[in-house]
């Protein structure tokens, strides 16, 4: 899990990077980013009861991406606030496969550093 400091929590935090910052979409990742002139990223991650309709399966969800998040965070760039938000239910995949797409979509917005 990640720390407390590289979380975004409250509700203000999010609604200024709906507001302020940019988007893509990949797959059924959307990720919103904007700077935070912080010396570390933090993160959201979201997903709406309309697309997994059970909390635990949400819930779930939402750990392994923060995982992923977690071993990958020396790869990612540093000063931002980024929110991972989830369009539709992926299919099932294993956690390695959602890494893959996370990885190569943070790489393509230049979020992540290439390896």
Known sequence: MLAKKYRLKKDREFKKIYRLGRKIKEDFFVIRY???NLPYSRFGFV???TVIKK????NLLKR???EIIRLNQKKI???RDIVVLIQYQPPDQKSQELAEKLLRLLKKVGLAAND
């Open 34 to 36: 904007l700077e935070n």
């Open 47 to 49: 997903i709406a009861k």
């Open 55 to 58: 909390a635990t399966k949400r």
């Open 64 to 66: 392994k991406i923060s």
């Open 77 to 79: 760039i540093t000063g």
